[in-house]
DNA sequence: GTCTATAGCAGGATAGAC
DNA sequence: GTCTATCCTGCTATAGAC
């Protein structure tokens, strides 16, 4: 996210580097001020291009976010399509490693997840539209790649399934302060394949079924 | 929390109204205006009692926050202590039961979990408190109640696993907001019957164990 | 101990020059 | 489109009366 560079267009400027800013202090914490004198613009620009800082953080979500999300989403179905048959270990796999090690960059990782997690501890009109365009559809969409495998459980026993894999995986990406705090380690490469293992080995149990072994 | 009532003293009149305000706006929206409004005692007794604004936050985390996660953890080790013998399935049901339909009432929970949801996204030396006085300990007594039936695994792997199941605990519990929006359902008190067991069964599978089939 | 009044500052927004 | 100057509001913290 270093692209803040003079010849991107003031708009554009502003929308990379409020995201880094809101992200990093949350929306309280940063004034206008710190953006535009941060995308180096004037201090009027905010107000010119979004009518105001809350339009600048929906413009975010709408022209950042949610294109990640669907990036991420991209990566999964990539995944799945490349493979000769999906099974559930197939499919918790490619998602916790889309996350994990996925088509996004750390920083980004980090970015998307701050941001997120602000949005579920102080939810505005961002959350919604999340939910909506991305979340929803893609729970449900890796519910119906699941079902043909666990044919024993209900509809609703599924999508409570689905969202514990989502809410592990969502954990150990953003929920990595108080996770290193807790177990001494540093989120290193080597830590997070540890802990991409971990999530897949614990959600497939946790869906019931037995995972083969695989090296690691 | 509605035990405002004038004869507590302003001091705890503070403490209480600040946390019902924390916990439902962030430490930003809420201005000290607001909480000596609603405490009904004057704008400088916040602080004249706590030297200001965060000494008032810190101090709703030493003397609400710890005291409220120490009784539940009580409540969890009174449930094992009653047991004839610790297996894996009475320490996750004790676990899931302690947080969902513990010693707390619903009101506290949301607050608890606000408060620190949004600790985690904010941090401050709020954090630290309490994962030194209360989470460390926690996970760390857990751990060890599980280590018998979990021979095979590494200390490492066992942590993982610990934290595995506080985090679906935590996120089924603090994260009703985004997984109602998902599955379109309140949390009733029969949806949170449905989700502990949600909870504790994949858990169990995840944990490796197969739980003994139970009428719900 | 409790209150009023106010200092002192920072923020979002905007009007209007260029 | 871009900038400067400014308005207005709201905050924390404190000094000092009672």
Redesign the pocket.
């Given at each position: 996210m270093k692209t803040d560079r003079l010849d991107k267009g003031?708009r554009e400027r502003l929308l990379d580097t409020a995201e880094v800013l809101f992200a990093a202090d949350g929306y309280d914490h940063?004034?206008?001020?710190?953006i535009t004198r941060y995308a180096q613009?004037?201090?009027?620009?905010?107000?010119?291009y979004f009518?105001?800082?809350?339009g600048l953080y929906l413009d975010v979500f709408r022209h950042h976010m949610i294109p990640r999300a669907r990036r991420i989403r991209d990566f999964f179905w990539k995944r799945i399509k490349s493979e000769k048959k999906t099974t559930v270990e197939t499919v918790v796999r490619a998602l916790t490693e889309a996350y994990m090690h996925g088509p996004l960059s750390q920083e980004e990782v980090e970015i998307h997840h701050k941001l997120m997690a602000r949005e579920l501890t102080n939810p505005t009109k961002a959350l919604d539209m999340m939910v909506e365009d991305v979340i929803r559809p893609f729970v449900a969409e890796v519910s119906a790649l699941l079902r043909p495998d666990l044919k024993s459980i209900s509809d609703e026993e599924l999508l409570l399934d689905v969202i514990s894999v989502f809410a592990l995986i969502l954990y150990f990406t953003f929920g990595r302060l108080p996770i290193s705090k807790v177990t001494g380690r540093e989120y290193t490469d080597k830590y997070r394949d540890k802990l991409v293992e971990h999530v897949t080995r614990f959600s497939l149990y946790g869906l019931g079924c037995n995972i083969k072994d695989k090296e690691t």
């Open positions: 003031v940063v004034s206008i001020r710190d613009c004037n201090l009027a620009a905010v107000n010119y009518k105001g800082k809350q």
